[in-house]
């Protein structure tokens, strides 16, 4: 008698059997579909994740005084592309904490428009080789068209303008009610090198040149681009 014979016997005669054989199923399916749908929940997490992030990145406290960036690059350039190394590309950047500020075309400060934010000073053309930023200001929804930077200025949207520029993410410009061209002051604080209970503030006028969406909502409602020179 051979093996199927034998299971046909077995399944006529028990419902018990018919029973298990479709749970059975019913499992293999399901676990199926779960790790179908993480598997592109988890590609879809990590895609986003790392439109924003670089694969390594080195923290240096203080900047002042000395060119960081400069030395960091030449301690790393043998692993450079160019010489055969696994660094596609490096990127200098800036960062601070502070707080961005709507401002009416008379001068007069918005207080319902304000928001606390990250400021990243960035190299342009070299940030772009690390972090897909033209794709990022590409990827705008159609409602938000009204803050896409100009086709004219992808190449560099902080280049050549009397006003310095600031890109910001579109739930941060949601959340202030922006539009292209607005007027924004970006305010930051530190200790006083004098003593340690005052600070002494900086206040810089900017405007918005457009918005990125890194399909990331926490990432864009709080990091802001600016040029690293207006830092």
């Known amino acids: 008698m051979d093996v199927f014979t034998l299971a ?32 592109g929940f988890r590609e879809r997490i990590l895609n986003h994740i790392r439109a924003v992030q670089s694969d390594l990145t080195i923290l240096i406290p203080d900047y002042r005084g000395y060119d ?3 030395a960091v690059r ?10 055969g190394g696994p660094i596609a590309a490096l990127a200098p950047r800036l960062a601070d904490h502070g ?8 001068g007069r400060y918005d207080y319902q428009r304000k928001a606390f934010a990250n400021l990243i000073g960035v190299d342009w053309k070299a940030e772009s080789a690390v972090v897909p930023l033209g794709a990022m200001i590409r ?4 409602e938000d068209e009204r ?7 992808l190449d560099d949207p902080f280049a050549n303008r009397a006003v310095p520029g600031v890109l910001i993410g579109t739930s941060m410009a949601r959340k202030l009610k922006l539009r292209r061209g607005d007027e924004l002051d970006l305010v930051t604080a530190e200790l006083s090198p004098s003593t340690e209970e005052r600070f002494v503030t900086s206040n810089r006028r900017f405007m918005l040149v457009g918005c990125f969406d890194s399909g990331n909502e926490e990432y864009d409602v709080q990091n802001v681009y600016v ?3 207006e830092f």
């Open 227 to 229: 040029a690293r020179e």
């Open 147 to 153: 803050l896409r930077v100009r086709e004219e200025d």
């Open 8 to 39: 046909s016997r077995y399944l006529r005669t028990r419902v018990i059997a018919w029973v298990s054989l479709l749970f059975i199923a019913f499992g293999v399916w399901a676990n199926v579909v779960v790790n179908a749908v993480f598997d």
């Open 99 to 106: 707080l961005v500020a709507f401002v009416h075309s008379d």
């Open 68 to 70: 960081h960036s400069a």
């Open 139 to 142: 990827s705008l929804k159609p």
């Open 74 to 83: 030449r301690l790393l350039a043998n692993e450079m592309t160019d010489r």
